[in-house]
């Protein structure tokens, strides 16, 4: 009797075991097929030789990661990161007061976060031709201006790093609230209560309790800013109209107009390794990435 | 309970004046007015939902009362926020600052004031010392076993000598032995320092055991506070009378009074109690502690109550018998092993020494509240 129970509920488990292999399949597929596979031939790829015409020639060659070298591909590299760090200060210095607003009135809270995530659902192409409107020279606010008589000629605003670091923290103003709302909305009250019931003010509160116990929002929301800052070429394209050159721009200049792809790949790929690298800091220094899915 | 006494200045260091809290349409706290004396361990005692918690959260100043006034050594500090307050609270769940150290944590309202490093440094020592917590400074919070936690939240609120310390439930996480130690642990700390605490429970042993006086409150207003003899002895409300430990309540009036005694009438029978604090014609409760109530074979002059027995309950160390009487309200009694005991079916006579029988009078505040509330509701 007792054998047979024991049979059984191997066969259960068992079954159990398939069942939950089968269930992974269609994740697993579409990882392997539409991740893992496609990096793969990338890695391959960069280290190809560029043939006529934009073919590939299979030869192996660590020209493209040599090429990378050059004093011009460097520039592009340190105004990225220029562009992306900018972006990404100015985002958390914005957003840490908004998420912490939006934590604060429970009541509203759902309003506020929709009235935050309604220009990210708006097509992007749409929100960031509206800034082109707004900053050109016969543009809104230079009109604006010269109606007060506050200027005489029209201010630049497009088409340099500042209109490009605007568009960028327009667009990714969400990523950052997102999980700076979600630690704040975590904390627990009490810390609050229990700094201010031993002597320190609203200030430092703040400085000590608050902002310490919500860091690991704070870095989720600098992962989530800066990593698509350095590939977002959609806004440079736009923003930046063709004197501001960012990594994204060059990768897709490369797929496209120069048909260079073994140095595209390339590029990717030293650009996945830095994200990567940042992950992994990111984990080191405590955060979790399950809230950089919020 | 004697040397409590001379120990307390009678000095009044928080009072509370005609304190009111509405949430919206909800009175939490009801008209309420307090001493709180220098040096004295006070408890608030009262089911959930009693305004105790509230209470203790306007003193320290996390609520603001809507009316009323607060005075915290002859200050009104109603409109203070907590950080400007001299009181220091231990939380519920310790609220312990998880990104600092069990050193850091102590030290923090002194690095707030910005007192000298070697002097925060000693005073945390010594903190480490009174809380036998020595050794643990580099611990992180979550190293920590909840009886450790304790310790550093007590001592993270004394260092600051208070004038007052708000506790909070604060033994509520614990198992129960470690409770019964801290307890001890607590009062041991409070006789040390010579610090007024002030300590919300709802659990009455505790209070019982810790406090040199209790309030006990329900539905927003303190019902009686005393000290625990008396509380636990001359409860001076029906609620104070069941909810400190157990007692049966009979509903009587007073049929007549001499030098003696004061005969009671009640619906299954009759019975005496002390004729003090009862006048011919009242209506009151009568209360009768399970370990005080009597029985035997024989009708007892003064009463005439029958009960039949119906069950008896073991638990360790007595006896509980439970009788019936003939409306079917129970009886209880706690008897010790030693003595003869019925049998279930037998009819017995209920009696107490007159001086157990303590009355209560039925119209309290309490009962005319509640009676308000319903008639709202």
């Known amino acids: 009797m007792k054998i047979i129970a024991n049979k059984e509920y191997l066969k259960i488990k068992r079954r159990s075991k398939l069942s939950e292999i089968f269930m992974c399949m269609p994740l697993s597929v579409w990882v392997v097929c539409l991740i893992l596979l496609p990096l793969c031939y990338l890695l391959f790829m960069s280290f190809m030789t560029k043939g006529p015409m934009g073919t590939i020639k299979y030869v192996f060659s660590v020209d493209s990661y040599v090429r990378m070298l050059e004093p011009e591909y460097f520039s592009v590299f340190k105004k990225s990161l220029y562009i992306a760090f900018i972006s990404t200060v100015v985002n958390i210095v914005l957003g840490y007061p908004m998420a912490y607003f939006i934590a604060s009135k429970v009541k509203m809270s759902s309003t506020l976060m929709l009235m935050l995530m309604l220009p990210f659902w708006t097509c992007a192409l749409v929100t960031i031709y509206s800034f082109v409107i707004m900053f050109s020279n016969a543009g809104l606010i230079n009109n604006f201006l010269m109606a007060l008589g506050i200027i005489d000629k029209p201010i630049d605003m497009l088409y340099n790093n500042f209109s490009v670091s605007v568009g960028m923290v327009y667009e990714l103003l969400p990523f950052a609230v997102m999980p700076m709302y979600s630690s704040i909305e975590k904390m627990d009250k009490n810390f609050i209560e229990a700094s201010k019931d031993l002597g320190a003010g609203p200030i430092k509160t703040f400085f000590k309790i608050t902002l310490p116990l919500t860091k690991p929002g704070i870095y989720a929301a600098i992962i989530l800013t800066f990593i698509p800052c350095i590939g977002y070429y959609m806004i440079t394209d736009m923003l930046g109209g063709g004197t501001t050159l960012l990594i994204g721009n060059v990768i897709y200049n490369q797929f496209t107009a120069a048909r260079d792809w073994p140095f595209g790949a390339a590029l990717s790929c030293i650009l996945s390794a830095a994200i990567i690298l940042m992950m992994f800091i990111y984990t080191k220094l405590g955060g979790d990435l399950d809230n950089l899915g919020a | ?377």
């Open chain 2, 1 to 377: 309970m004697g040397d409590f006494k001379e120990k307390t200045k009678d000095e009044v260091i928080v009072s509370l004046l005609n304190v009111e809290k509405w949430y919206g349409n909800n009175n939490v706290v009801k008209n309420m007015s307090m001493k709180i004396k220098s040096g004295e361990f006070l408890t608030l005692l009262g089911p959930s939902g009693c305004g105790k918690t509230t209470t203790l959260r306007m003193i320290s100043g996390f609520e603001e009362p809507s009316s009323g006034v607060i005075k915290i050594e002859n200050e009104s500090v109603e409109l203070k926020e907590p950080y400007e307050r001299d009181v220091n609270t231990v939380f519920q769940n310790y609220a312990l600052f998880p990104n600092m150290t069990v050193y850091d944590n102590i030290a923090y309202g002194l690095k707030i004031k910005k007192v000298p490093k070697a002097e925060i440094h000693e005073r945390v020592e010594e903190m480490l010392d009174l809380v036998q917590l020595k050794g643990f400074e580099k611990r992180r919070i979550d190293q920590m076993s909840g009886g450790q936690k304790q310790r550093v939240a007590i001592a993270r609120a004394l260092i600051n000598q208070p004038k007052v310390l708000l506790l909070d439930e604060p033994l509520g996480a614990l198992d129960l032995k470690l409770r019964k130690q801290m307890q001890l642990e607590l009062k041991r700390l409070q006789k040390a320092l010579n610090i007024t605490f002030v300590y919300v429970t709802h659990d009455q042993e505790e209070a019982l055991t810790m406090s040199d006086r209790i309030a006990v409150m329900n539905g927003g207003i303190i019902e009686q506070l005393d000290t625990p003899k008396n509380i636990y002895e001359k409860p001076s409300t029906k609620f104070v009378a069941t909810f400190i430990g157990e007692s049966n309540i009979f509903e009587a009036s007073v049929i007549s009074v001499d030098s003696e005694k004061a005969s009671l009438g009640m619906e299954c029978g009759s019975a005496s109690i002390l004729p003090e604090e009862v006048a011919f014609g009242d209506h009151i409760y009568v209360s009768v502690r399970p370990e005080d109530m009597r029985f035997d074979k024989e009708p007892v002059e003064g009463f005439n109550i029958k009960a039949k027995v119906k069950e008896f309950i073991y638990i360790g160390n007595i006896t509980k018998m439970i009788a019936t009487m003939s409306n079917g309200d129970e009886i209880k009694f706690t008897r010790l092993h030693t003595g003869k005991l019925p049998q279930v079916g037998d009819v017995i006579n209920v009696y107490w020494s007159l001086k157990d029988g303590i009355p209560i009078p039925m119209e309290t505040n309490a009962e005319f509240e509640k009676l308000k509330e319903l008639s709202i509701s």
